[in-house]
């Protein structure tokens, strides 16, 4: 079975000259179809720089990431949004929920990024809110929801569209 994601002899190196910082030194591993990865690691060891890199929203200074067998770190600028649109689904520390959208509307902006039918939206958002147990908190702002409720929105946001890979930075 061919891995879902491989890297292979990651590296990401900041600075040059004396005032080197290797934030990866020569990371390889690979996930199936179906696994869940959890990397650890103590503050400050390059576990957000990997997942960034994994993500495209950052370079490696040397290796290779493939998803699918496409080697990811080779995609061009106007590549790389399509890329993470169809391919990713993001799960951030602080939600990144946008104050001025319902929470309705924001797991729908990924549908919406996606140009999703107008007409698809709002069934799809009612199906994935329901089975993360926020059907009913659809219509408030995440000002007015919990913790665990907004995580739950970002969650639903991540994986509305299906995506091939979820990368979460310490949900």
């Given at each position: 079975?061919?891995?879902?994601?491989?890297?292979?002899?990651?590296?990401?190196?900041?600075?040059?000259?004396g005032?080197?910082?290797?934030?990866?030194?020569?990371?390889?591993?690979?996930?199936?179809?179906?696994?869940?990865?959890?990397?650890?690691g103590?503050?400050?060891?390059?576990?957000?720089?990997?997942?960034?890199?994994?993500?495209?929203?950052?370079?490696v200074?040397?290796g290779?990431?493939?998803?699918?067998?496409?080697?990811?770190t080779?995609?061009?600028?106007?590549?790389?949004?399509?890329?993470?649109?169809?391919?990713l689904?993001?799960?951030?520390?602080?939600?990144?929920l946008?104050?001025?959208?319902?929470?309705?509307?924001?797991?729908?902006?990924?549908l919406?990024?996606?140009?999703?039918?107008?007409?698809?939206?709002?069934?799809?958002?009612?199906?994935?809110?329901?089975?993360?147990?926020?059907?009913?908190?659809?219509?408030?702002?995440?000002?007015?929801?919990?913790?665990?409720?907004?995580?739950?929105?970002?969650?639903?946001?991540?994986?509305?569209?299906?995506?091939?890979?979820?990368?979460?930075?310490?949900?």
């Amino acid at each position: 079975m061919k891995p879902l994601l491989q890297l292979e002899h990651i590296q990401k190196i900041y600075g040059n000259g004396g005032g080197v910082t290797r934030a990866i030194d020569d990371i390889s591993f690979s996930v199936e179809n179906g696994e869940f990865l959890g990397i650890m690691g103590a503050s400050g060891s390059g576990k957000t720089t990997l997942l960034n890199c994994i993500s495209t929203i950052d370079t490696v200074s040397a290796g290779a990431i493939r998803l699918d067998g496409q080697d990811i770190t080779r995609l061009r600028p106007k590549e790389l949004a399509k890329f993470r649109r169809e391919n990713l689904g993001f799960i951030f520390q602080d939600f990144n929920l946008l104050d001025t959208l319902t929470i309705g509307e924001n797991i729908a902006l990924a549908l919406t990024i996606r140009r999703t039918a107008p007409q698809a939206i709002d069934p799809q958002v009612q199906a994935m809110a329901n089975t993360l147990n926020i059907g009913d908190i659809l219509d408030k702002y995440p000002y007015q929801v919990s913790g665990g409720q907004k995580q739950r929105c970002a969650c639903a946001r991540a994986i509305i569209n299906h995506p091939k890979l979820v990368l979460a930075d310490e949900p």
